[in-house]
Nanobody, 123 residues
Framework: QVQLVESGGGLVQAGDSLRLSCTAS????????MGWFRQTPGKEREFVAA????????YYADSVKGRFTISRDNAKNTVYLQMNSLNPEDTASYYC????????????????WGQGTQVTVSS
C-alpha cells in the first residue's frame, strides 16, 4: 500500500513557475514509477509527466515538454514537478500517481493516487 500527498499548488501569473511535490509513504518507493496528471472540471484526467523507477527515464505530454520537468528523490520518497512558463491552460488540479516499475501514460495504468493540489494561472 502506498499513500501519496501532493503539495505546492497555488495561484500564479502567466509566465511564473511552481514546483509541485508528492511524498509517498512506505519503504519501497524506489520501485515505483511515478506520474503526474491534471484535471479540470468536466474533462478527463490528462497525463502530464512520468518517471520510472530508474530515474533516468522520463516521459512528457507534448503540451508541457520543454516547460515541465519531473524528478524524484528516492531518499525522501518524493517526486517533483517543476513547472516553468506557466500559462492559463495549465490551470487544473494536479494529481500524482504510483505504479510498480514501468511508466504509464493513462490513469488506469496507476494503482495509487494522491488527493490533488490546485494550480491556477491567471493571465
Amino acid at each position: 500500500q502506498v499513500q501519496l500527498v501532493e503539495s505546492g499548488g497555488g495561484l500564479v501569473q502567466a509566465g511564473d513557475s511552481l514546483r509541485l511535490s508528492c511524498t509517498a509513504s512506505g519503504r519501497t518507493f524506489s520501485v515505483y514509477a511515478m506520474g503526474w496528471f491534471r484535471q479540470t472540471p468536466g474533462k478527463e484526467r490528462e497525463f502530464v509527466a512520468a518517471i520510472d523507477w530508474s530515474p533516468g527515464n522520463t516521459y512528457y505530454a507534448d503540451s508541457v515538454k520543454g516547460r515541465f520537468t519531473i524528478s524524484r528523490d528516492n531518499a525522501k520518497n518524493t517526486v517533483y514537478l517543476q513547472m516553468n512558463s506557466l500559462n492559463p491552460e495549465d490551470t487544473a488540479s494536479y494529481y500524482c500517481a504510483a505504479r510498480r516499475y514501468i511508466i504509464g501514460t493513462v490513469p488506469t495504468d496507476y494503482n495509487y493516487w494522491g488527493q490533488g493540489t490546485q494550480v491556477t494561472v491567471s493571465s
